[in-house]
């Protein structure tokens, strides 16, 4: 798969390649709350990140919240 246009805004459904700030690379897929299988990489579309990262595009640094912790990613990819 190759990454799709800088101007493409991200949508459920698609697998987005986050840096964390530890340095680590995770490739997640926005899917439904009934679809969340962490361990496969699927996050849901109402969790922090996942509203976080809907609308967001390839290059952005985007923000979210869990609890009072407040983190911040980069989006690699958007594939």
């Given at each position: 798969?190759?990454?799709?246009?800088?101007?493409?805004?991200?949508k459920?459904?698609?697998?987005?390649?986050?840096?964390?700030?530890?340095n680590?690379?995770?490739?997640?897929?926005?899917?439904?709350?009934?679809?969340?299988?962490?361990?496969?990489?699927?996050?849901?579309?109402?969790?922090?990140?996942?509203?976080a990262?809907?609308?967001?595009?390839?290059?952005?640094k985007?923000?979210?919240?869990?609890?009072?912790?407040?983190?911040?990613?980069?989006?690699?990819?958007?594939?």
């Open positions: 798969m190759d990454s799709i246009s800088s101007s493409t805004r991200i459920f459904g698609d697998r987005v390649k986050i840096l964390f700030p530890n680590s690379e995770k490739l997640l897929t926005i899917g439904t709350t009934r679809e969340v299988t962490p361990q496969n990489g699927v996050i849901s579309d109402e969790c922090p990140l996942g509203k990262l809907l609308g967001a595009k390839n290059g952005d985007i923000s979210y919240k869990v609890g009072k912790n407040s983190f911040t990613v980069k989006i690699l990819a958007v594939l």
